[in-house]
T-cell receptor, first 113, second 111 residues
Framework: SAVISQKPSRDICQRGTSLTIQCQVDSQVTMMFWYRQQPGQSLTLIATANQGSEATYESGFVIDKFPISRPNLTFSTLTVSNMSPEDSSIYLCSVDWTRNEQFFGPGTRLTVL | GENVEQHPSTLSVQEGDSAVIKCTYSDSASNYFPWYKQELGKGPQLIID?????GEKKDQRIAVTLNKTAKHFSLHITETQPEDSAVYFC??????????FGAGTRLFVKA
């Protein structure tokens, strides 16, 4: 399995600012994913990030709001831009390890005031 | 698109009893069905999975059954322990390799 770390683990931000979340994997992986989990809710896929190509965003999520970078096979970042209180959530990265098995990072808990 | 329904939303059992969580899905092309356990303050952890060519899989106290005809699959936890208390998510991977998660079941195991 893969070991995944995220930074920061939590943050409290002011509305209108941006936060970049980092995701580091201990092995090279092709597919990485970013999810949002609102309090007490299930996981919603934001985008799929493959190295060397633009991220693919799900309906309701746009690149201007959630720009993603994938510079190599072990690292990705998600930026939450121009934040509002509605962006308060847990943001999770995951990797497709083998045959659709996904492993998740510990999450970043974001509170926007 | 694929739709995944998970029941119950909350489940409370006595330590030592069994717990069963059920999920239904809509896309017959779906072929991979993982279960995740999420403890407070942590990311989801893959605990067991089953693929469409298998009807049942067991790993110690946990098992998953799949009925492709009826499009439902279930998680069974036997001899529950307080450390099994968590939120459990079923998921379905469609033919397009997208993972759709159920709404989650909050399991409480009372000592």
């Amino acid at each position: 399995s893969a070991v995944i770390s995220q930074k920061p683990s939590r943050d409290i931000c002011q509305r209108g600012t941006s936060l970049t979340i980092q995701c580091q994997v201990d092995s090279q992986v092709t597919m990485m994913f970013w999810y949002r989990q609102q309090p007490g809710q299930s996981l919603t896929l934001i985008a799929t990030a493959n190295q060397g190509s633009e991220a693919t965003y799900e309906s309701g999520f746009v690149i201007d709001k959630f720009p993603i970078s994938r510079p190599n096979l072990t690292f990705s970042t998600l930026t939450v831009s121009n934040m509002s209180p509605e962006d308060s959530s847990i943001y999770l990265c995951s990797v497709d390890w083998t045959r659709n098995e996904q492993f998740f990072g510990p999450g970043t808990r974001l509170t926007v005031l | 698109g694929e739709n995944v329904e998970q029941h119950p939303s909350t489940l409370s059992v006595q330590e030592g009893d069994s717990a069963v969580i059920k999920c239904t899905y809509s896309d017959s092309a779906s072929n991979y069905f993982p279960w995740y356990k999420q403890e407070l303050g942590k990311g989801p952890q893959l605990i067991i999975d089953i693929r469409s060519n298998v009807g049942e899989k067991k790993d110690q106290r946990i098992a998953v059954t799949l009925n492709k005809t009826a499009k439902h699959f279930s998680l069974h936890i036997t001899e529950t322990q307080p450390e099994d208390s968590a939120v459990y998510f079923c998921a379905v991977v469609t033919g397009g390799f997208k993972t759709i998660f159920g709404a989650g079941t909050r399991l409480f195991v009372k000592a």
